[in-house]
């Protein structure tokens, strides 16, 4: 179980970064954050244009029989501060998922704003996110995280793999081993070598060489979401002892989770999601499993 008196300060994961535990200074705000989803997935104006008339003409039936909206956000709002680990509880296709996806420029949202550092930014796409430090732990890490047909070394570096280049051109393939050798020493990833495929590793294993993916990117802020889905019970204390790790370094975590203890012995604060909406906040030592149950099913 993890908690605040038993965070351990790390040795190596991050170099160069400074030992902070918990403070007072907001890493990200996100404000009034919306999402709408349109029938079909078409926008308005195509909806209208092309596919309602079309209906009209071949039922006879209204078209405002088949227009309808889905708002899997509405008016989304929190912070994270530096050396915190914010979760986010809720009933399956509660806009947990949709959230992170938003702040990660994965999907688009509708209304709303991100705040870095006290600075408003725009994130129009992935890259946006990963070039302000944001970085995405994907609940499906083999789809979305990582490239099965690579090898360890090459997930490591994949996305940050300017800094391997040689004249802007060549690829230092001793500097990007090196980086994934201590990596594979940092996170204690049990792998024959840095050329093994990744799709030959174990669930655990593999998460580990995401999060050593996104370290490698220099990325200031994490979100997981479900970070232990699909690994053995040994393996989830390691990735929960390698999350406790970084936020000790400061870095902040976003946590999404379907399992409530590791939401509970986990998260510093509990936002409970419900039909797109924060149905309720938490500190750590107000919540339970009861409460947060009832707040996920809007009571």
Not at 207 to 223: F, P
Request: charged share 25%; proline share 3%; aromatic share 8%.
């Amino acid at each position: 179980m993890s908690s605040e008196h038993n965070r351990r300060s790390p040795h190596s994961l991050r170099d160069g970064v400074e030992e902070r535990g918990n403070t007072s200074e907001i890493a990200i705000r996100v404000s009034n954050l919306d999402k709408c989803y349109h029938i079909y997935g078409a926008p308005r104006d195509r909806l209208k244009q092309f596919v309602l008339p079309r209906l009209h003409r071949l039922t006879g039936q209204p078209l405002g029989q088949y227009f309808r909206e889905f708002w899997a956000l509405k008016n989304v709002s929190f912070d994270i501060k530096k050396g915190e680990i914010l979760g986010f509880a809720g009933l399956m296709g509660a806009g947990r998922t949709e959230v992170a996806r938003a702040i990660f420029g994965a999907d688009q949202f509708d209304i709303g704003e991100i705040f870095i550092k006290g600075q408003q930014v725009q994130i129009k796409n992935p890259r946006d996110a990963v070039n302000y430090g944001i970085g995405y732990l994907s609940e499906d890490r083999k789809r979305y995280g990582l490239t099965l047909g690579m090898d360890l070394k090459e997930n490591i570096v994949m996305s940050s793999m300017k800094k391997f280049l040689r004249s802007g051109v060549w690829v230092d393939f001793k500097k990007a081993a090196t980086r994934a050798m201590g990596m594979v020493k940092a996170l204690d990833i049990k792998t024959p070598s840095i050329e093994q495929k990744v799709k030959f590793l174990s669930g655990g294993n593999q998460q580990k060489v995401v999060i050593g993916k996104w370290l490698t990117a220099d990325t200031d802020i994490l979100i997981f979401d479900e970070p232990t889905r699909g690994i053995d019970v040994g393996a989830k204390l390691e990735i929960h002892r390698l999350i406790d790790e970084l936020v000790m370094q400061g870095v902040p975590v976003l946590m999404i989770s379907s399992e409530l203890p590791e939401i509970l012995n986990m998260c510093d604060r509990i936002y409970v999601l419900h039909e797109g909406e924060i149905s309720a906040e938490y500190s750590r030592e107000d919540a339970t499993q009861e409460k947060v149950l009832k707040s996920a099913i809007g009571q």
